[in-house]
């Protein structure tokens, strides 16, 4: 009888100890007050753009707490990495972030340049270059038809994605691939340009302001989107900066670090553009400097275009990759914002680690102190603007 | 004949749905019973040939306190599946208060003549449009009425702003 | 060919005289004359559900092929010619698809819910004018009428978000709600405007005050306005749309619903929309009136001519703020409208 008993007990208790691992929220269920409730959003939502989970707490539509629930497609990249030959991990780093991998790749080729010393022909930069800005756009892009989905806007998207597509044709005439290029190589460039690009390139250049303003007018500046956005998610500096909040979400809150200005790799610092920021640091702040960004990319792309010597397009690089043992740190201005690639070499063809540090991680981080006390609605609104891509969160 | 027919299943359709008011375990079934009871008064209205009052009947029983009735369901914590009590503490003065009412409709229906009342309505439908009638005689010899009925309301509306700002300032 | 001819221009005539016509055989063969008014009521709901249904396909249709046309994009172009029986075949595959209940669901208000909101869109059919005297039944409530049926739907996305047990749809149903009521006053102040000015509810009545093309739109132009903006929120649609905003609430009230029943919300939508177009075209518009054309076709394009601005608006704009959809309502067109019945008003006296 008494033995049954205790059965039954741990039977109980056990029970108890599942219901509470399923619950995993840093707020507790019982701590609720009569008039809070919580809320999945996601790990399936229309607006969390992947498998992302936000747990929100809420009070009628007002958000009073929410805790992000990252880690569903984890694939451990790093470790898998370790166990590859450098040359097999570039693939990799264009799955952290599929929508703007040129700049993933970059970090990542720059790492491994360091390490083995290579010097890089000026026209493979060039051509990095133009494949990043080109890149960048295309993100923007992407990210201004998901915002436009994420506000109810449904028409946005068509007309992003029309110049998007001329991008993306431009791309993979370059590299072959659409979305994820793998186009890089240690010391170079995998081919040089192929014919029409250059002219495809000018046509898009020619007419490619005019749409911005356009898409400009058809939801940056449309009055329920102002007003929907104006003062809603406001991200101090400092919070920003104590986060490591990076790109145009930083940007936004009126903090000019763009690496391409303040730390340039490769040419960057023979081209003349302005880092884009905003005043408030509000989620209109943060849509305008996309915005701008992609003007300033477009000049880039004019000074590269028109500056783009003859020459090779890859250095002297070994058959076999085996930097001297050591370890490097390399970082790039991604359309997130700043991608690192850090290295340790242990003298053998395989990294003996790798670590990636992804701006979408710290991007998100910040969420929690921006959203709340917002609306529902305003979540979806912060969560767009700081433009997150999921893989690149879970790694 | 037909007007029978139609009159026997309203009047069957309310009671039905009234009883299952009454009798639901479900507080949300309840407010949708309690819809189509006054549904079936509006369809009963009409027949009569007010179809001024079915109108106002629906829009204001049922497209308001109906719905504000269910709206207040849903901000209660989810009861989804869980059946409400129907008997409280309260058992006696209920008793009263239904015994009351019941007498007060059975004094009603047999203090009623019902011949001149039917007559009266037979010659009330042969009006084209009763809802001008209304309206006359809502602002002439029901002027006091009426503006005593919109005082009411607004004291009911004041009321509630009231006691909604004072819980926000007890917040702060 | 006469006969014809009037049929469509001056529909009420032949149409009573084809009554009489069959209530004259229909005593001579000793029938109660009840059963024959019967099956004249049954017939005109069948002519009624018709216009709904094939009304309904065409304007889904319609609002593709215009928001394709919008977003540069070609639309439904493979089933059938031009894509025409592109909601045939959604609709025949909303059809067979299984119908999930999920576990948790309330279900008398799960399965009434589709049904609630479906009924009252087609009640309100019975008091559209289509033509001259082409009328279901000319109800002296007319307007009253439409107000009264529209304002049921209420419940049955109440019924849909709480039934479904699901925090998204509670959310949308307790949205929908909150909408509704508040766009329905500044909706009846406007209404009431044209009521005031045509001095009657009956529907014909309206349609006749507005004869000889003094439309309502040109005195009643703030109303007229109003009455498109706070009928866009009454229906749900986008800028409007967040019951059902889709990047918030997944699908709102409608989350949980597959198959037929998730087809009758769909329905509704789009038979909300036409209704809302067809009332404002009777009521601002002039109704059927028009010049060589028959009456039910002017009523058509009038109808599709506000179709086609709330669609303009739907793909256009992005959706609003809850908080600013409540103000909105409120602050500006609930002022407005009453400002604009008290105009009114003061200007009928005078004038």
Partial sequence: MKAKKVVKDQKTNKKEKTENMTIKAPFELEKLSNDEYILNMGPQHPSTHGVLRIILKLDGEVVKDLYADVGYIHSSVEKMCENKKYEMIMPYTDRLDYLSAVNYNWAYALAVEKLMGITIPERAEYIRVMLAELNRIMSHLLWYSAYGMDVGALTPIMYAFREREEVIDMIEGMTGGRLTHNAFRFGGFKNDLQKGFMDSLKKFIGHFNDKIDEYEAL??????????????????KETAMSYGVTGPSLRGSDCAIDLRKTAPYSIYDKFDFKVCTGKNGDTWDRLKVRMDEMRES?????QAMEGIPAGDIMAKVPKIIKPAPGEVYTKVESARGEFGVYIISDGTDKPYRIKFRSPSFSNLSVLKEIAIGSKIADVVAIMGSLDLVIPEIDR | MVELILFYAFAGVIIFSAMLMVLSRNIFHSALFLAVTLLGVAALFAMMGSFFIAGIQVLLYIGAVVVLTIFVINLTKQVIGQDAPQVNEHVIPAIITSLLAACLIILAVLKTDWGTRIAQSVAQTELTDNTALIGRQLLTNFVIPFEVVSVLLLAALIGAIAIVSRDKEAEK | MELIKELFYNSGKPLGELYTW????????????????????????VAVALVVVLNALWIIYYDRKLSALMQIRKGPNRVGPLGLLQTIADTVKLMIKEDINPKAIDVLSFWVAPLIIFVPTFAVFLVLPFGKGLIPADLNIGILYVIAITGLTVIGILAAGWGSNNKYSLIGGLRSAAQIVSYEIPMMLVILSVVLLSGSMKMSDIVAAQANYKWFVIPQIIGFIVFL?????????????????????????????????????????????????????????????GPFLPPIVWFFIKTYFVVTILMWIRWTFPR?????????SWKYMLPIALLNLVITAIVIKLV
């Fill in chain 3, 320 to 328: 609003i703020r809850v908080d600013h959809l409540m103000e909105f």
């Fill in chain 3, 229 to 289: 903006i706070v009928g866009n929120a009454e229906i749900n649609r986008a800028p409007f749309d967040l019951p059902e905003a889709e990047s918030e609430l997944v699908a709102g009230f409608n989350t949980e619903y597959s198959a037929m029943k998730f087809a009758f919300f769909y329905l509704a939508e789009y038979t909300n929309l036409f209704l809302t177009s067809a009332i404002g075209a009777t009521l601002f518009l002039g109704g059927w009136e």
């Fill in chain 1, 298 to 302: 477009t000049k880039i792309l004019k």
């Fill in chain 3, 22 to 45: 069959a209530h004259g055989i229909w005593a001579g063969w000793g029938a109660p004359p009840f059963l024959l008014d019967l099956i004249f009521q049954i017939i005109i709901g």
């Fill in chain 1, 219 to 236: 939801l940056i500046n449309n009055v329920i989107l102002t007003a929907r956005t104006k003062g809603v998610g406001i991200l101090s």
